[in-house]
């Protein structure tokens, strides 16, 4: 049994959040499914609220810090990516475009990635389709076919979800894992790789790298 790296991106502004609760129930459908597939796997989770200042920092300098640095590797590193938004104005929000404004143009060509999104409302329902697909299609990830859409009258009490919701949970996961079952295991990033590679850490150099 092979471990795989599962990459969540969640763009929820509040804490608790319902982009966030979406987001890990996709994720726990993924791990599920992939291991009825026969891998194990392990999650990485990106809250990108707490990236808000960091992204913009990214934006004006050029450069990552080591937090946003460090969930930048996280995500480009994986074997498939779950990528949640709330809507804002009829699309994903600007936090949510900026994170993948900020990665390398390359970084997610041929990634499999789940697509979900939260509103307010059930009118935003299409939001995946006309907003979220072209992007992930201009990056050249490979978006799963199904989408995952919650509104308020989605979520049951507790926390919990209604049958439809549930049913397009399990469908999308086993898409998404049937995606990376296929791929091989992703291998590490190189820290001393990309545009500024080449240069070792201090503490590199005293280790004899």
């Given at each position: 049994m092979s471990t795989r790296i599962l990459a969540v991106v969640s763009a929820g502004l509040s804490t608790p959040s319902s982009t966030r609760l979406l987001a890990d129930r996709l994720s726990t459908a993924t791990v599920a499914a992939l291991r009825e597939r026969g891998d194990d796997a392990a999650v990485e989770v990106v809250e990108l609220r707490e990236h808000a200042r960091d992204l913009a920092d990214n934006l004006v300098t050029g450069f990552a810090n080591a937090s946003l640095r460090g969930s930048i590797e996280a995500v480009t590193g994986a074997d498939g990516l779950i990528a949640v938004t709330p809507v804002f104005?009829?699309?994903?929000?600007?936090l949510f475009k900026t994170f993948f404004d900020v990665l390398d143009k390359d970084a997610l060509t041929g990634v499999p990635v789940l697509l979900g999104a939260t509103a307010g409302t059930a009118r935003h329902s299409l939001v995946?389709?006309?907003?979220?697909?072209?992007?992930?299609?201009?990056?050249r990830a490979i978006a799963v076919p199904t989408g995952v859409f919650a509104a308020p009258e989605d979520w049951g009490g507790d926390g919990g979800v209604d049958r439809a919701l549930?049913?397009?949970?399990?469908?999308?996961?086993?898409?998404?894992?049937d995606l990376i079952a296929g791929r091989p295991p992703a291998t590490p990033a190189d820290p001393f790789e990309g545009p500024f590679g080449g240069t070792p850490s201090f503490e590199a150099l005293l280790r004899g790298v």
């Open positions: 104005s009829a699309s994903y929000s600007g995946i389709e006309h907003a979220m697909r072209p992007l992930f299609a201009y990056l549930a049913g397009r949970i399990e469908r999308t996961a086993g898409e998404l894992a």
